[in-house]
Each structure stands twice: as C-alpha cells, then as structure tokens.
C-alpha cells in the first residue's frame, strides 16, 4: 500500500464539511454568547423587578439574589463547557493514544460524538490513516532491505568460501596446495608432541610421468595427475590431509598413524597406480616413487627435519626406480 493512499473519510465531502464547520460556530461562538446574554438580561430583569417586589426591609437580599442567578450562569457556562468541550477532548486523547498504540481501530473514532472536536477529529483520523500507511511503507521498505542484505550476505559468503579454497587448494587435482601443507605440517607436528600421537608423512613422486606428456599429450597427462589424486583421496581417511606438494609430488600428512601403517598405505597406492597405468601406450609405464618418515624417528622432531627425512628417502626410491627394468622395456628389448 503506497505512502500516498488514504482511507476514505465521509467529511472530505465540501458539503459535508461546510455543515460540519456551521454546526462548531453554532456550538463554540452563538450558543455560549446567547447564553450568556440571556443570563445578563435574567440578571437585569431580577434586579428590576425584585425591588418593586420586595420591602424596603428585605432589599438587603436583592444582591444575595443576584450573585445566585450569577454563580447558577456559572454553573450552567461550565456544564455547557464540560458537555462540548472537556469530555470529548478526553475521550479523543484516549482513543488516539489506544488507536496509536494499536490497542483499538482508527474506525472507533468514528463511533464517538466529538462536539465541538469533529473537524479536528477528522483530521485526526486521516493523520492516524497516513501514519499507518506510511508504518506499512516503512516496514515493506525495512523488509526488501533486510531481504537484499540477507542475498548480498549469501553472495558474499559463497564468494569467501571460492576464494579461500582457490587460495589453499590445488585447481587441477582439488588437493590442498603447497602452502596449505606449510601451514599443517608444524601445527599437526606440534599437536602430535602435546598429545603424545605418532605422526607419519608420506611423498609421493610420479616417476617417468614426462614421458606420458611427451608421448601422449599435456592433457594425458593432467588426467593421470587428477586420477593419482583421487586415488589418494578415497585410499586415506577423512582425518588425513592430502596435497599437492609440486609438478608431479604429492605429500599425505597421517596424523595417529605410525609408520607400519604408512607403509601399508605407500604399498596400496603404488598398486592401485600400477593398475592405472598399466594400460598407458608408453615406452615405459609411470609408477610411484615414495619416501617416509615418521615423528618418532628423531629425538626432538620438527617440521622441518620430518619433510628433510621424507624427502631424501624419496629421491632414495627415486635412484632405485630408475636402476630397475620394467617389464615392458624387458620385454622391448629380447
């Protein structure tokens, strides 16, 4: 409902308001003069006739008499007020304090005599009108605000949570990135030593992944990372981290794993690689080179000294796998 509609109100009619006007001059200006005349002519005409009526030894009461018809004009003047002006006034400011508070409908100002109030109670009622179609503008206004506040919060939000995953996530394989795992490593170290929990880490390296780019394509390849990645994923537990360490790397935090188990994990993931691959069209298949290391190894441990172990024994597996034949080489070659 817009700022601009009114209730219909019957004395917006000019005809309606003209006789509304000449009924409040009657009521507030001819009555109380001709009342108040007629009481000085009463006045005048007791305190004519009352000498001729009364001895000499009783004129004594004729301003005892007069000062009664006085004080009874009075009495009369204040009823009159009372009745026009005083008791509807009372009742209009009631009715309007109940009518603002919402405690009544404007409709019951309509249902009261007014006297001598009835041009300013209907102004009353289209103010009371205008205000509560202008609360009702406010509150539609209020609400498509909260509304649009609400949508633009949402966005804003899904926006962060992008954002914040692109900075700690790797966008080909959706693995956490390198400074992700700079960022877990000294943290889980620290909380391991705390709570007295061993701690594994596990890199992993992609070997002859090269020669699927070079033979069958830079997409063959980025395929094979995300197919590596997933591996990864659905072999560990919600509570371990996996990342993308770089290239071809990848890096598995095991926290309250010992070693025997990361060793048992490292042994499942180059099996279910093996099994990826094995179907490549290469001179030779990729397999997987990995290093561990675990928190118990050193006697005062750092993040630093766990990923330097873990690190070395990977290029250890590395010199191995590249010493070794593959079986399709092998057989390449007799």
């Given at each position: 409902m817009g700022l601009a509609e009114k209730a219909p109100v019957a004395s917006q009619n000019p005809v309606n308001a003209r006789a509304g006007r000449g009924r409040n001059v009657w009521r507030m200006t001819v009555a109380p003069a001709a009342l108040m005349l007629v009481g000085v002519a009463s006045v005048g005409v007791i305190a004519k006739l009352l000498p001729m009526v009364l001895s000499e030894r009783d004129v004594w009461l004729l301003p005892l008499i007069l000062a009664g018809a006085a004080a009874c004009m009075a009495v009369a003047l204040a009823l009159w007020h009372r009745k026009q002006w005083a008791r509807p006034s009372d009742t209009m400011r009631r009715l309007v304090h109940e009518v603002r508070n919402g405690q009544a409908p404007i409709e019951d100002l309509a249902e009261f005599n007014p006297g001598c109030l009835g041009?300013?109670?209907?102004?009353?009622?289209?103010?009371?009108?205008?205000?509560?179609?202008?609360?009702?503008?406010?509150?539609?206004?209020?609400?498509?605000?909260?509304?649009?506040?609400?949508?633009?919060?949402?966005?804003?939000?899904r926006t962060i949570d992008s954002l914040r995953n692109q900075v700690v996530h790797d966008p080909l394989t959706g693995l956490y990135n390198r400074r992700m795992l700079d960022q877990l490593l000294?943290?889980?170290?620290?909380?391991?030593?705390?709570?007295?929990?061993?701690?594994?880490?596990?890199l992993l390296d992609v070997d002859r992944f090269q020669e699927v780019n070079n033979t069958l394509g830079r997409t063959a390849g980025d395929a094979l990372l995300r197919s590596v990645a997933q591996i990864i994923r659905g072999t560990i537990r919600d509570s371990d981290f996996a990342c993308r360490y770089g290239g071809d790397e990848f890096a598995i935090l095991l926290p309250g794993c010992p070693g025997s188990?990361?060793?048992?994990?490292?042994?499942?993931?180059?099996?279910?690689?093996?099994?990826?691959?094995?179907?490549?069209?290469?001179?030779?298949?990729?397999?997987?080179?990995?290093g561990i290391s675990t928190l118990d190894e050193q006697p005062e441990p750092t993040a630093e000294i766990l990923l330097k172990l873990a690190d070395e024994r990977l290029y250890e597996a590395k010199g191995v796998n590249r010493t070794a034949v593959a079986p399709n080489a092998a057989a390449q070659a007799v």
């Open positions: 041009d300013l109670c209907t102004e009353v009622k289209l103010l009371l009108h205008e205000l509560r179609h202008q609360r009702q503008a406010l509150n539609a206004l209020q609400e498509e605000a909260r509304q649009r506040i609400a949508n633009r919060s949402s966005i804003l939000e000294p943290q889980l170290v620290s909380q391991s030593l705390a709570e007295g929990n061993p701690l594994s880490l596990i188990v990361a060793k048992r994990i490292s042994e499942r993931l180059q099996s279910l690689v093996h099994l990826l691959v094995e179907n490549y069209k290469v001179a030779r298949h990729p397999r997987l080179s990995i």
